[in-house]
């Protein structure tokens, strides 16, 4: 079992509708979570993190965290062709590390 | 706050040559990873640096190398380069245990 995993998709949305991304992971005592949006040929940025169980609010984006079931989850609301990338799920694993593992990313597509 | 830097943006090498890339982490910021990014790798973590200490390691041949100065920028040096290391090669840096990654932009590498 990979320790972080993630449908490679591509996820196709319509624009204005909700994008819905999820992740795995395996290392129960994981205590940080993370996504990253990157556009083709550049690098990660990060858009939302979560520690606690329960929903997270920045603007369109939504981070979702069950630690009993092991998921991460993001929901974009009123999806935009600018929001079209490949979407990276991080989680930093117990045992206190600087160092996340990544999952291989869930491609977007919002078409107009 | 300035960001992550790295330099170059871009190189072009011969098989059997060598590289260094820089990277200057964020102000404040004493944790410096490196990663390779391919299209079929995704993101691979080859090492992390932490008050001029090597402390992570991913699973990458000795001809991958880096170092850390006291004033926290990175180096790292690839020798002996093969065609396979043309990659997107990413430095990140962070304040502290389970907190983001904040990475630059990256310096795409082509190997000939």
């Known amino acids: 079992q990979k320790e972080v995993e993630q449908n490679s998709g591509p996820l196709s949305v319509p624009e204005g509708a909700i994008a819905s991304l999820n992740c795995t992971y395996s290392?129960?005592?994981?205590?940080?979570f993370f996504w990253y949006r990157q556009y083709s040929g550049k690098s990660p940025e990060l858009i939302m993190f979560?520690?606690?169980?329960g929903d997270k609010e920045d603007g369109r984006f939504t981070a979702q965290l069950n630690k009993a079931s092991q998921y991460v989850s993001l929901l974009i609301r009123d999806s935009q062709p600018s929001d079209s990338a490949t979407y990276l799920c991080?989680?930093?694993?117990?045992?206190?590390?600087?160092?996340?593992?990544f999952g291989r990313g869930t491609s977007l597509i919002v078409h107009p | 706050k300035a960001g992550v830097t790295q330099t170059p943006r871009y190189l072009i090498k011969t098989r059997g040559q060598q590289v260094t890339l820089s990277c200057s982490p964020i102000?404040?910021?004493?944790?410096v990873s490196w990663y390779q990014q391919t299209p079929g790798q995704g993101l691979q973590f080859l090492f992390e640096y932490f008050s001029e200490t090597q402390r992570n390691k991913g699973n990458f041949p000795g001809r991958f190398s880096g170092r850390q100065f006291s004033n926290s920028r990175s180096e790292m040096n690839v020798s002996t380069l093969e065609l396979g290391d043309s990659a997107l090669y990413l430095c990140?840096?962070?304040?502290?245990?389970?907190?983001?990654?904040?990475f630059g932009n990256g310096t795409r590498l082509t190997v000939t």
């Open positions: 102000s404040g910021h004493r944790s």
């Open positions: 991080a989680v930093n694993r117990s045992g206190g590390s600087y160092i996340p593992t």
């Open positions: 290392d129960r005592g994981s205590q940080s």
């Open positions: 979560i520690y606690s169980n």
């Open positions: 990140a840096s962070s304040s502290g245990v389970g907190s983001p990654l904040h």
